[in-house]
């Protein structure tokens, strides 16, 4: 079985809503064994609209649509959907009594303009909406097709899809399964990732590898269509030994990890503590590391020093240094970390020191320059590294980077 998603709302194509109910939908489709091939999205617009549906179910087993269910003149799915299907609407008096009960559970009395969301295709099965007022449906039609049509807002399309759609279309879509598994790379490009593993891009049929840049970050997702759901993680789990055996460390995890997540788990397993000064990134390290629940167990505060006189008050870099190398300097990144390290008595420093832009570089310091330090008990290990993009880009990069380096020498780190 294969399927194609129609999204609708003109508020999608101006760029004014996110489209995540296409996001959602593919993976509950894959997660049956269900090909998506297409995603497309119209406006509010019933030619058009009618035009998508032709075309898809020429070409689709399962359509599915999400939005233009409402009450309002703009909301063109339901009478368009109809008119695709060859079916007339008829009024589904259960699912106006649920309606006019949800308004009367408001104080509020129905609107008319709301009789129209308890009119359905004849022949379709109605999904009833516990959250909303716009009942979804479920039509086969043609050569066995089915059509589906689905509310636009998350919170109504979810449970819908969770508790009508997917229990109909697991018993129709057979055995097979598609299951994938994300494994995540920092410190290389793209490009760079490519050439090192471009053999299993290459690979089809039963398995596919895709490659998904970030910044700071590329993505190898690995997917598999299987008979079963274990037959399936096994075919990822080959072809992931593959990949680690080829990129070794510069793997940091997987699927949903974070890399603060990471180096949390190595940080508390090793225990090992840690303080941090940033200038460039302005606390974002920071901020990443304490956005993981018990991150208090190893990190212990920091300084964000964007002024020499902090640097020299708080970390206690001295002045004749500052004055000689400048702020932007390894040396400088030295005395950072280990300031840091000296003020919150930690067993590591992280320092980062850079200029992140657009204005502030030189033909000596360039915007992107970026200076990394880590202090720990019995070394020193500090790098020079030059990112590009915009100013939020070159931050998260140099961020990345920092973490990279903790994560490193966690790693190896025997206590």
């Known amino acids: 079985m294969n399927a194609e998603i129609i999204a609708v709302g003109t508020e999608l194509l101006l760029g004014f809503v996110t489209n995540t109910d296409t996001v959602y939908l593919s993976r509950v489709l894959a997660g049956l064994g269900i090909d998506c091939f297409h995603h497309v999205t119209v406006g509010d617009n019933p030619q058009r609209l009618a035009q998508a549906l032709e075309t898809a179910l020429s070409r689709a087993d399962l359509v599915i649509t999400c939005g233009g269910l409402g009450p309002t003149v703009d909301d063109i799915t339901l009478e368009t959907t109809a008119s695709a299907a060859g079916r007339r609407l008829i009024l589904n008096r259960r699912i106006l009594r649920q309606i006019k009960a949800r308004f009367a559970h408001q104080g509020i009395r129905m609107p008319k303009a709301n009789i129209r969301q308890a009119m359905v295709p004849e022949g379709a099965v109605p999904f009833p909406n516990g959250v909303g007022t716009a009942p979804g449906f479920l039509l086969v039609i043609r050569n066995n097709r089915m059509l589906v049509a689905l509310p636009g807002p998350p919170a109504e399309l979810i449970p819908m899809t969770e508790k009508h759609l997917i229990p109909r279309l697991r018993r129709r879509a057979g ?3 598609i299951r994938s598994r994300t494994l995540k790379v920092t410190g290389l490009t793209e490009s760079e990732v490519d050439a090192k593993v471009r053999d299993i891009l290459a690979l089809k049929d039963g398995v596919t590898v895709g490659i998904y840049a ?4 590329v993505d190898l997702r690995i997917t598999a269509k299987a008979p079963s759901p274990a037959a399936a993680q096994r075919a990822i789990a080959r072809v992931e030994g593959r990949i680690r055996r080829r990129l070794k460390t510069l793997v940091f995890g997987a699927d949903g990890q974070t890399l603060e997540a990471v180096v949390g788990l190595l940080l508390r397993k090793k225990g090992l503590t840690l303080a941090a000064a940033e200038s460039c990134t302005g606390g974002l390290i920071q901020h990443r590391i304490t956005e993981v629940p018990g991150s208090s167990d190893y990190f212990l505060g920091g300084v964000v020093a964007y002024a020499n006189k902090l640097k020299k008050r708080g970390l206690a870099v001295s002045p004749a240094l500052l004055a000689r190398h400048g702020a932007v300097s390894a040396q400088a990144a030295r005395a950072m970390a ?3 390290r000296r003020l919150a008595q930690s067993d590591l420093g992280l320092a980062v020191t850079g200029i992140a832009g ?13 200076y990394l330090a880590l202090a720990a008990p019995k070394q020193m290990r500090v790098y020079r590294l030059r990112f590009t993009g915009s100013r939020s880009a070159i931050k998260f990069k140099a961020s990345q980077a920092a973490l990279d380096l903790v994560r490193r020498y966690a790693g190896v780190h025997r206590g």
């Open 214 to 217: 970030h910044p700071g970050q």
């Open 358 to 370: 657009p204005a502030g570089g030189t033909k000596k310091k360039p915007v992107g320059l970026v």
């Open 175 to 177: 055995k097979t399964v």
């Open 338 to 340: 280990q300031g840091a």
